[in-house]
């Protein structure tokens, strides 16, 4: 038999949900994941954890990618063709400021999108597991939790005093079908 089990709480209100999130962590039993009918700023900083996106570095080096590619570009091409038009200078730095801002927008939103991408999970590939019921997405919250064997009563009574409508066994439910 495994050494952990699956519970999983059901809410009728976001507060409690709230309340058993964070009775769980302070008891640092494991979280798997919490469903909402509605998004919830609290519920998701207190399950995905506060902070700030690694996002803008990926922004940062692509728009400084793009900036040095643009003057690298136009510069080379100038070195390559030293066509002098009117008696202007072949290197003269505002036509390349004009090369190297266009393609540092363009690398910057080009890295911010992968970026996003990479960062957010997507393409979301979890689909919900035995934990999910419809009721979730109707009206009511659960918490699916893992806790170890010896702490399932604990994790039962942190539920029931949070005001829990049910406490489910996953363990229970999947060997029954």
Same mark, same amino acid.
């Given at each position: 038999m495994s050494d952990t089990r699956q519970l999983l709480g059901r #809410?009728?209100?976001?507060?409690?949900?709230?309340?058993?999130?964070?009775?769980?962590?302070?008891?640092?039993?494991?979280?798997?994941?919490?469903?909402?009918?509605?998004?919830?700023?609290?519920?998701?900083?207190?399950?995905?954890?506060?902070?700030?996106?690694?996002?803008?570095?990926?922004?940062?080096?692509?728009?400084?990618?793009?900036?040095?590619?643009?003057?690298?570009?136009?510069?080379?091409?100038?070195?390559?063709?030293?066509?002098?038009?009117?008696?202007?200078?072949?290197?003269?730095?505002?036509?390349?400021?004009?090369?190297?801002?266009?393609?540092?927008?363009?690398?910057?939103?080009?890295?911010?999108?992968?970026?996003?991408?990479?960062?957010?999970?997507?393409?979301?590939?979890? #689909?919900?597991?035995?934990?999910?019921?419809?009721?979730?997405?109707? +009206?009511?919250? /659960?918490?699916?939790?893992?806790?170890?064997? +010896?702490?399932?009563?604990?994790?039962?009574?942190?539920?029931?005093?949070? /005001?829990?409508?049910?406490?489910?066994?996953?363990?229970?439910?999947?060997?029954?079908?």
């Amino acid at each position: 038999m495994s050494d952990t089990r699956q519970l999983l709480g059901r #809410f009728d209100h976001a507060d409690r949900a709230i309340e058993s999130v964070r009775a769980l962590q302070d008891k640092k039993i494991p979280i798997i994941d919490v469903f909402s009918p509605v998004a919830n700023q609290e519920l998701y900083e207190l399950v995905a954890g506060k902070g700030k996106s690694p996002v803008r570095y990926l922004t940062f080096i692509g728009a400084l990618t793009g900036l040095v590619s643009g003057f690298a570009l136009a510069i080379l091409t100038s070195r390559l063709w030293e066509l002098i038009v009117g008696g202007k200078p072949v290197y003269s730095v505002m036509p390349f400021v004009v090369v190297g801002f266009e393609l540092m927008i363009l690398f910057g939103a080009i890295a911010t999108l992968i970026g996003v991408l990479l960062f957010s999970g997507l393409p979301y590939r979890k #689909f919900p597991g035995k934990a999910y019921r419809p009721e979730f997405s109707d +009206d009511e919250f /659960g918490v699916h939790v893992s806790p170890p064997a +010896d702490r399932v009563d604990e994790t039962r009574a942190i539920f029931k005093q949070a /005001g829990a409508l049910d406490i489910q066994d996953l363990d229970t439910v999947g060997a029954e079908q």
